[in-house]
């Protein structure tokens, strides 16, 4: 997971307010793993996503 790279196509400014306790885990996640803050976001989003296409209206394979 390491050699992937996030945020590097067009980007696009997301602002949201979250629990002080998710944000705190994810700065101290940032700090203990050596990823900026805001790639440990966007690859939780895709996760999410990725587990949740249904939430965009797409079919799941076996559907």
Do not use: C, W
């Not at 696009?12 to 306790?21: C, F, G, N, Y």
């Not at 998710?22 to 895709?46: C, H, P, Q, S, W």
Request: net charge negative; hydrophobic share 35%; charged share 35%.
């Amino acid at each position: 997971m390491k050699t992937q790279e996030h945020n590097k196509g067009e980007l696009k400014e997301l602002s949201v307010s979250v629990e002080k306790d998710v944000v705190e885990a994810f700065e101290r996640m940032a700090e203990n793993t050596g990823y900026n803050l805001e790639d440990l976001v966007v690859i939780a989003l895709k996760r999410f996503r990725a587990s949740h296409s249904d939430f965009e209206g797409k079919k799941m394979p076996n559907e």
